[in-house]
C-alpha cells in the first residue's frame, strides 16, 4: 500500500468517476484503475463497485477512504512540524469558531493573521460546538474556538479569554436601575439565546432562567435580541465584546450585573490530546493578543503562550 494509492481512492471517491479523477490528479485512467486494482488484491476487499456507467463506494470502502484520509493529513503534517522545529510556519490551519463568538473576534482575527502569517494557508469554518467536537475527532479541523466547558475524552480544552455579561434594556423598561443583580432580573421580560448566554458554572444561570421570563425566544444572533428588546420591552443579557455594536443611543441603557462571578462566560480553544504543532496553536492566541480588549485574555497565554 502507497501513499498514492491513497490519493488515488480518495479522487475516485470524490468524484465518483474514474475519468474525472484521473483528469483531477493528471495522471492516465488505466494508471488510476491499474493502481486500485493492485490495491483492492492486496486488502482482498472491493473499495468501488464499477459499471460502465456508475462508480459507488462500498461500505468497507467507505470506511478505507475516511482512514485514508486520516494518513494523508497526518504525512502532510510531517513537512509542517519541521518547519516549526526550525521556527518556521507554515502549511495549513483549519480552524472553526463558535458562531456566537465569530461576529465579535473573526473579522479582526482574519485581517491580522494574514498580514502576520501570509505563509499559512487558513480556513475557517463557523460550527455549534457540539459539531466542532465531532469535526476535531474525525480530523477534519485542528483546532475549535468554542464557549468553555465541552471537553470531552479525548478533547484538550485551553481557556483563551474571560468576558463580562451585561444587561441591556428598553428604554421603556420600568426598572431603570444603575446596577443590577441576578434577582433583579428573573421578574423582567426577558429575551434569551441559549447559546450565546448560558452561564454554566453560575450561581444564578441564564439557562435555568428561562423558564421564568415571560417573554423568551431563541434568537440567532445578539443583534436580533437588542432589535427585539428596542421593539417589545424588557431586557436582553449581551456579552462585552457586543458593546462596540451598539449605537451611542442604545449603549445608555447599558447596565453591569453585579458580581463577576455570576457575569460572565469563558471562551476556550479546543483540539485533540495528541496534537504537536504547538507553533500553529500559538499563531492563533498570537493574533488575539493583537486586537482583543485588555484584560480579557488569560494572563499566562499573553506571558507563556500555549504549550503543549
Known amino acids: 500500500m502507497t501513499l498514492q494509492q491513497l490519493k488515488y481512492i480518495i479522487a475516485i471517491d470524490k468524484y465518483k468517476s474514474f475519468a474525472h479523477a484521473a483528469k483531477a490528479l493528471d495522471v492516465t485512467q488505466p494508471t488510476i484503475s491499474g493502481m486500485l486494482i493492485k490495491l483492492e488484491e492486496e486488502l482482498d476487499v472491493r473499495i468501488f463497485e464499477r459499471t460502465n456507467k456508475t462508480v459507488s463506494t462500498t461500505a468497507i470502502g467507505r470506511t478505507i477512504i475516511r482512514q485514508a484520509e486520516k494518513v494523508l493529513m497526518e504525512t502532510e503534517r510531517i513537512n509542517e512540524l519541521v518547519n516549526e522545529e526550525k521556527g518556521k510556519i507554515s502549511g495549513k490551519l483549519l480552524l472553526a469558531i463558535g458562531p456566537t463568538i465569530a461576529p465579535y473576534i473573526l473579522p479582526k482575527f482574519i485581517r491580522h493573521y494574514r498580514e502576520n502569517y501570509p505563509q499559512v494557508s487558513i480556513g475557517i469554518s463557523e460550527m455549534k460546538a457540539e459539531d466542532m467536537l465531532k469535526a476535531l475527532e474525525q480530523g477534519k479541523i485542528e483546532a475549535g474556538i468554542a464557549i468553555s466547558g465541552n471537553a470531552r475524552s479525548g478533547i484538550m480544552e485551553i481557556p483563551l479569554y474571560t468576558e463580562r455579561f451585561f444587561v441591556y434594556l428598553a428604554e421603556s423598561c420600568w426598572r431603570k436601575l444603575p446596577v443590577f443583580k441576578p434577582e433583579n432580573l428573573e421578574h423582567e421580560s426577558m429575551w434569551i439565546m441559549k447559546e450565546a448566554q448560558c ?8 439557562c435555568k432562567a428561562r423558564t421564568k421570563g415571560h417573554h423568551i425566544y431563541e434568537a440567532g444572533s445578539i443583534e436580533t435580541l437588542t432589535r427585539i428588546v428596542d421593539e417589545n420591552g424588557g431586557f436582553t443579557i449581551i456579552p462585552e465584546m457586543h458593546l462596540p455594536f451598539l449605537s451611542e443611543k442604545q449603549r445608555q441603557n447599558v447596565r453591569p450585573i453585579d458580581g463577576d462571578h ?15 504543532r504547538q507553533g500553529i496553536l500559538n499563531t492563533i492566541t498570537q493574533t488575539l493578543i493583537r486586537f482583543m480588549p485588555k484584560g480579557m485574555l488569560e494572563e499566562r497565554i499573553i506571558k507563556y503562550g500555549i504549550k503543549l
Open 262 to 276: 455570576l457575569s460572565q462566560r469563558c471562551i476556550s480553544l479546543y483540539i485533540k490530546e495528541d496534537f504537536i
Open 199 to 206: 452561564l454554566r458554572n453560575s450561581a444564578f444561570s441564564f
